[in-house]
């Protein structure tokens, strides 16, 4: 790790790697993750990826998406990233993304909740993995580009709102300041906040709190999703998601008589509060979730990984219904940013989850998480290749003694974010 770089990206998920990849490969980059580079929310979508399907489909997915998200949206970001989302394929093709194909070898596309017609493209039910894992190989290979792993972003470095840098802290908890002009924020949500999160632990909305410390403009922090279906465990960590595809190819939703109860393909925060109803009303834990309407073969050459989850908890959803239960899965707010990405302090930069441009209003359309962050990654970096490179501002004497104890820091920062939802969340009421 060298002490300057032209760009510092914080998280290799989608969108810290789709950043990085439309820089110039003249610019000297550095990405660092808390844990490995593939421990990122992005390898775990399932579902797939948005793609508008011609000018005609044009006005339905903008209005699914608005209605998903109660509309509360920022109309410019949705239309932004709708026309955006050919592109954005055409690259992730250039990228040897592996999507799903018809037997004429055309992209086959499947439908989830709140959408009014199949519009997502899919790999198996590990889109976010295959998606994610390439721009991590690509990446890799270039010399331009340093990943460092194990290394923990736990300040900010600013001046006059102006970014400087960042400071980093090894798995031997020493404080390392690396400075640039240009730091992107791609650290992911907020679900190691939560006790029941589709979430890995790790990712728990650092970057918020560092955020916040410098005063630097959040959004809705309250706008917080919870997925109606994740696979019921009396196992601790983190719970497994049983995509919104299921429900789009056909799935059922029972109560403890084995009566269906709602529509399954509401938008999610409708569908969850349907199910805690229907928990409560029937004194249970969960309620079941019938993947026999799809078939055993979509079963097994659609959804085979989460088929073999199910056996691992016990169940074979060719043959009986799985328990199901609404847990914490996405983050509609975050850092806000205009639709170049750019936060209120000059030169620094969010993307992904751990950022709010407005495309996802108050609830998140299925399978809009993945084109959002690309969408808005290369945006980030559009505006640092096009854009005005800000003033360099020479940082003050930083105190490193500040930095001494990781889980201190992070703590504090949780628990300013925790607050600060909660605040936002009784403003609402």
């Not at 470095?157 to 090894?170: E, L």
Request: with cysteine; hydrophobic share 35%; net charge negative.
């Amino acid at each position: 790790m060298k002490e300057r770089y032209d760009a510092i990206i914080v998280g290799t998920g989608a969108a810290g790697l789709y950043c990085a990849l439309n820089l110039s490969e003249k610019m000297n980059i550095l990405l660092i993750t808390k844990q490995e580079a593939d421990q990122s929310d992005s390898f775990l979508a399932q579902g797939g990826i948005c793609m508008l399907r011609g000018e005609e489909d044009y006005e339905n997915y903008f209005e699914d998406t608005m209605r998903a998200g109660h509309y509360e949206n920022n109309k410019r970001a949705v239309d932004l990233m709708i026309r955006s989302s050919n592109d954005i394929i055409r690259d992730l093709l250039r990228y040897h993304v592996d999507f799903a194909r018809d037997g004429l070898g055309n992209l086959a596309f499947t439908r989830e909740g709140a959408h009014s017609q199949p519009r997502i493209l899919f790999h198996e039910d590990i889109t976010g993995k295959e998606i994610t894992q390439s721009l991590l190989n690509t990446a890799k290979t270039r010399e331009n580009i340093e990943i460092c792993e194990y290394m923990t972003m736990v300040d900010l470095i600013s001046k006059d709102n102006t970014v400087c840098g960042i400071i980093v802290m090894d798995q031997n908890e020493q404080a390392i300041p690396v400075f640039s002009q240009f730091v992107v924020l791609a650290c992911g949500g907020i679900g190691g906040l939560f006790k029941n999160s589709t979430n890995f632990s790790h990712i728990a909305g650092d970057g918020l709190g560092i955020a916040m410390k410098h005063h630097v403009e959040l959004e809705h922090l309250d706008y917080i999703q919870i997925h109606p279906t994740t696979l019921y465990s009396h196992k601790p960590g983190r719970r497994f998601l049983v995509s919104e595809s299921v429900r789009g190819e056909g799935a059922l939703l029972y109560d403890k008589n084995g009566q269906r109860f709602t529509n399954e393909l509401q938008p999610r925060d409708l569908l969850s509060q349907k199910i805690f109803e229907q928990m409560e009303k029937d004194g249970t834990e969960f309620v079941w979730e019938d993947m026999r309407p799809l078939g055993e073969k979509t079963i097994m050459e659609h959804f085979p990984h989460i088929y073999e989850q199910c056996i691992e908890e016990g169940f074979d959803p060719r043959k009986e219904p799985i328990p199901v239960v609404p847990a914490q899965h996405y983050f509609m707010g975050g850092i806000k940013v205009n639709l170049g990405s750019k936060t209120s302090m000059k030169g620094l930069y969010a993307c992904g989850e751990t950022s709010c441009n407005g495309v996802h209003g108050k609830n998140r359309l299925a399978s809009n998480s993945l084109l959002e962050s690309l969408v808005f990654a290369r945006k980030a970096a559009d505006d640092m290749i096009f854009g005005e490179t800000p003033e360099y501002v020479k940082a003050d004497d930083i105190d490193m003694k500040i930095y001494e104890n990781r889980e201190e820091l992070l703590s504090g920062y949780h628990t300013a974010v925790l607050n600060e939802i909660e605040r936002m969340r009784m403003s609402h009421e």
